[in-house]
């Protein structure tokens, strides 16, 4: 059943703390190609404090203060050592980019509150929200699903729809799960050996064939189904704006919004 405007002002403020203090730096942990997370990717100087703080800034915005004070434009990844800093590009002031973890995973919390699922199913949504809101940001950002993302969306599922399973017997629901999964993983691995998909993808697809399988078979077909329409239609807008080149356009989020985007609407 539908939840109350209350509980989604709870769940609203519950996904911008969690956005702010698990996806933002797990977002930045991914993105950065400085292994140590000590150097502002932009101007490569040092950050002295061990703080979390100086870290969480950097996520999405890939410049520390003294770069937001000077205006520096943001980077993907750290120039050499040596090399000259980044031109001054307009003031220094923080875009709108500096919220989109927190943006992005209050959102994807709320949407799925909203489709009035409760119990250990809810949870099994809310979790693959949570954490393909961090997906998605990276996958955006260097297109890359990281495997210890994708393997906890996977365990996290599962062990929520097992206990889905284990306490209210639904044992039929479980294996049309583990099926599913096997099934739509199997189809990913051949995609990505005929026609190229990332490994990422072929990785999470079966996560999310899992989620999809608990409804029943045609919600699988349907949430497939959907990420790949959206994936298409992503990628042709991208392609006759300019914007990318092909094979070189994120897919991982829009099959993570099919998916969840189904599961939510069946309940």
């Given at each position: 059943m539908p939840h109350s405007l209350p509980a989604l002002v709870l769940t609203a403020a519950a996904g911008l703390t969690t956005g702010a203090l698990l996806v933002r730096p797990t977002v930045l942990a991914h993105t950065l190609d400085d292994g140590t997370r000590t150097r502002c990717p932009t101007c490569d100087s040092t950050l002295l404090d061990a703080r979390p703080a100086p870290y969480l800034q950097l996520a999405l915005r890939r410049r520390c203060a003294g770069c937001v004070a000077r205006g520096a434009a943001p980077v993907l990844t750290a120039p050499p050592a040596g090399a000259p800093l980044p031109a001054v590009e307009g003031p220094g002031a923080v875009g709108s980019a500096a919220?989109?973890?927190?943006?992005?995973?209050?959102?994807?919390?709320?949407?799925?509150?909203?489709?009035?699922?409760?119990?250990?199913?809810?949870?099994?949504?809310?979790?693959?929200?949570l954490v393909g809101s961090a997906l998605v940001l990276v996958d955006v950002a260097v297109r890359l699903l990281p495997d210890l993302l994708t393997a906890a969306a996977a365990a996290g599922t599962a062990i929520l729809l097992g206990a889905a399973a284990v306490t209210g017997g639904q044992w039929a629901a479980f294996g049309r799960t583990a099926a599913a999964a096997a099934a739509v993983g199997v189809v990913f691995l051949l995609l990505a050996t005929v026609a190229g998909l990332g490994l990422g993808d072929v990785k999470i697809a079966p996560t999310l064939a899992a989620l999809l399988g608990w409804h029943s078979w045609t919600a699988v077909y349907w949430g497939i189904a959907a990420g790949f329409l959206l994936g298409l239609l992503h990628a042709a807008a991208q392609l006759v704006a300019g914007s990318s080149r092909k094979g070189d356009i994120a897919f991982g989020p829009a099959l993570l919004a099919g998916a969840v985007a189904v599961s939510v609407a069946i309940g």
């Open positions: 919220l989109v973890p927190e943006a992005v995973t209050a959102l994807a919390l709320v949407g799925v509150v909203a489709g009035g699922a409760d119990g250990w199913l809810l949870g099994a949504q809310l979790w693959l929200a």
